[in-house]
């Protein structure tokens, strides 16, 4: 049974518990399925500063910090006790590309060389952590969502602005993965 | 109820995401619960998180893979949960599902605005230069990789300046 878990799991299993969780937070509790959203919770919490986009009661929200911290726990119990003992594969063609820009450690599910505290003081892991994530936060909140609340949530339930912000989502990431990427990756 | 702090009358002109258009409490319970009622949503997570592990969704590599089209992986995954989501909403809707409290279960419609498209194409780029959405940045943080948490104090950065300059922001 354990041998079973530690190998990866194929994208139809998890694909089904992830579409699971949009019923499972209805059920429970009339919950909308929604991640970013946590980011404007801990804004509203812990820095509000007058701002009126952070004036309201997060403490009704506090159920998705919960969900979060959930999320977290999962993870820590998943890559300390459910581990795939061997390496993950990557397709060959993206190792290849890589390997070019000196990124040669694929044994974890981020790559060490970018995702370290040493990284962090470097231009290139600069921008793509410090600068990616305030792109991630920024544009979340800007888009009203991300891929949990308007891929998964706002499709699931036929809403066409949440398909304009999915294609949207996936548009910047082609741009950014082929044109602009590339080249922050050399630095 | 739901409305109090986000009433027409105080932020209409400026609420441009409005609570249906955010995952807020647009539907939120009208029952009020001791906190550990909350520990329910930590047991989802708790599933979510392991699935997000296990099927290396928060695989830098695999959204890499992703947006050069190398790899089916993600496609399979984003597909499936949007299949067994929307069949459930459906579900839900048809046979009037209430929640374990017994409430109507309520669903608000989102409503259009340019923000989705400017704010979605940036998250897209900081999506493929972090290789992570908000939950797999979360759900790293949980493997130990504690670097992450730098991409995740920006992105709530992110969030505050977004907030901060909202009503200056086309929408």
Known sequence: ?187 | MAQDNFNSTTVAETDFEVRSLDTMCVNESHLTHRWYHNLKYAAVGVLFGIAFVKAEIISWFRIQEMFRLQSFHMYGVIGTAVAVGALSVFLIKKFKVRTIYGENIEFHDKTFNKGQIYGGLLFGFGWAMTGACPGPLFATLGTGAMAISVTILSAIAGTWVYGYFRDRLPH
């Open chain 1, 1 to 187: 049974m354990l041998e079973f878990l530690q190998q990866p799991w194929p994208w139809y299993t998890a694909g089904i518990i992830i579409g699971l969780t949009v019923p499972a937070l209805l059920i429970l509790g009339n919950k909308h399925f929604g991640i970013s959203a946590n980011l404007r919770h801990i804004c509203a919490a812990c820095f509000p500063a007058g701002v009126k986009f952070f004036q309201y009661d997060w403490k009704k929200e506090l159920w998705n910090f919960f969900f979060v911290g959930g999320i977290i726990a999962g993870a820590f119990i998943a890559s300390h006790w459910l581990a795939n003992p061997n390496p993950v594969q990557i397709a060959p063609a993206l190792a290849t590309e890589l390997q070019g820009y000196g990124l040669t450690d694929f044994s974890g599910m981020v790559p060490a060389e970018l995702v370290s505290w040493e990284s962090l003081f470097t231009l290139r892991g600069f921008i793509l952590l410090v600068v990616g994530g305030f792109l991630v936060g920024f544009g979340t909140r800007y888009a009203g969502g991300c891929t949990s609340g308007h891929a998964i949530m706002g499709l699931s339930n036929l809403q066409w602005p949440s398909l304009i912000a999915t294609c949207c989502f996936m548009a910047g990431g082609f741009l950014m993965a082929n044109l602009i990427l590339p080249f922050i990756l050399q630095l």
